[in-house]
């Protein structure tokens, strides 16, 4: 065999070598965004779970309250029209990357807690309700749920966190771009009543 045929041979081996590397670790990072994507799916199934436990307490809680105090009308109308608004908006995991939709879920989330906050502030006025099982029970079970809500929200936050940061480091943007995974939104603190659980102290 002459030399320019070795040279050729080699350099098809050479080119061969380098295609299967660079088509083995696109793989490997598309593997890693499927499970990373995954990753935060599961957190924002939680975080779904969490708030919808929340929505599904606040019937009872109204009607628990309405039942043993005398409270102002505009009180359960303004809980009752921010869980119908939260009922309304929903998002799915394939909207995780649509800002506008998430900043919508978010707001009618807030609304919620705020209106949810307002209430039990106001309950603190009724002697009566600390002696009434059920509101003390249903108020328990709603700040333990909101204490599960923060910490879903954190952890669907570090998933997005992990998510996002692999989709834009060099090389791998490349890949991700080429495959149009893009980055997706993380919940914010824009509203003071998202700061603090509704706590109330007997």
């Avoid at 939260?86 to 879920?105: H, M």
């Avoid at 705020?114 to 309950?123: D, E, K, T, Y």
């Avoid at 003071?192 to 007997?202: C, L, N």
């Amino acid at each position: 065999m002459s030399k320019g045929w070795i040279i050729a041979l080699s350099g098809l081996a050479l080119i061969i070598i380098l295609t299967i590397s660079v088509v083995s670790w696109g793989i490997g990072k598309y593997n890693g965004f499927v499970t990373l994507n995954e990753g935060v799916k599961q957190a924002w199934s939680q975080v779904e779970n969490v708030y919808q436990r929340r929505s599904d307490l606040v019937p009872n809680l109204v009607a628990t309250v309405k039942g043993v105090a005398n409270f102002e009308k505009e009180t359960f109308t303004a809980v009752t029209e921010a869980r119908a608004k939260v009922g309304q908006v929903k998002i799915n995991a394939d909207q995780l990357s649509d800002p506008e939709a998430f900043q919508k879920f978010q707001r009618a989330q807030e609304g919620l807690s705020g209106a949810l906050q307002h209430l039990m502030v106001i309950s603190e006025n009724y002697p009566q309700l600390k002696a009434n099982e059920n509101f003390l029970d249903l108020q328990k079970n709603l700040t333990d749920t909101e204490d599960k809500i923060q910490y879903s929200r954190r952890f669907y936050n570090t998933n997005v966190r992990d998510f996002n940061i692999s989709i834009q480091l060099f090389p791998r943007s490349i890949v991700a771009g080429i495959l149009k995974f893009q980055k997706k939104d993380m919940f914010e603190i824009t509203n003071a009543a998202e700061r603090e659980t509704p706590k109330v102290q007997f």
